[in-house]
């Protein structure tokens, strides 16, 4: 991979993170080392865009801070466990059932799922489309084709649901909890919603709450460690086990090089 330098963080775009992403992989790393990278980096900018320093889209930097090396040899999602996933979804709060959907089917980045407008549906002719968030730096949102219609009415739920806790005060499909512990309430919803982003590290609690509720486990019989990512490489092995181009799985996994893809699939 080729050094690129940055002279001014207008330079700074989609691309050149997810280029330092592949490149920290390629160095072959471990995962703490990585995560130490993506930490630092996450303070610096974080404290230049609050401070008002620069104005720079942190945007990109959702999901990037450490996360356990547990099944790291695993990084996709065996078919045993998805099994169990299907069978014991309910365990989880109607929201994150939601979120697990929209991860499975369309293999969106964690940030991209967390940053969903609320306004994230479009239809275009007979087709159903999904927009993303629109970055500060371009102003413009990409959408993904919408292939399977269940989830336009799985989105409609979702945003009822915003509408009906927080009004028209809140613009984003998802919120998070005040609550430190992962649990439904009685209704089987979240246990004190608040008009706020969830973050990525919330949401892999969610995730690995119910892999100790259900006693989800791998061929090995360990108790599955799950991390949002794996949902994304997951779609990404099936879509190559099925025999798609890899210039299309790029395009829908929206990826600005293609040797990203081969850190993604596991034949």
Sequence with gaps: MKSKSIDSYNDIDNQVFEEFGYYLKSKKFSQHTISTYYQ????????CYLEGWLDINTYWFKGKRRHSQINDEINYIPEEVWNQINSNLDVLPLQIQRMVLLLRTTGLRIGELLNLP???????????????KETEKYQIADELPIN???????????????????GENYRNLFCSNSSNRARKNQAGDFDKAIPKIMSAEKFNKWLNFLAQEADIRSKDGTIWHFSSHQFRRTV????????????????????????????????
């Design 118 to 132: 609320l306004d994230c549906l479009r239809k275009r002719g007979e087709q159903w489309r999904l927009r993303l």
């Design 236 to 267: 990404a092995t099936v879509m190559t086990n099925a025999g798609i181009r890899d210039l299309i799985i790029q395009k829908y996994l929206r990826h600005r090089s293609p040797d990203m893809l081969q850190s993604y699939t596991h034949i």
């Design 40 to 47: 630092g980096i996450v303070s610096l900018f974080d404290t």
């Design 148 to 166: 399977v219609i269940e989830l336009v009415t799985i989105i409609q739920e979702q945003q009822d649901y915003i509408k009906q806790l927080f």
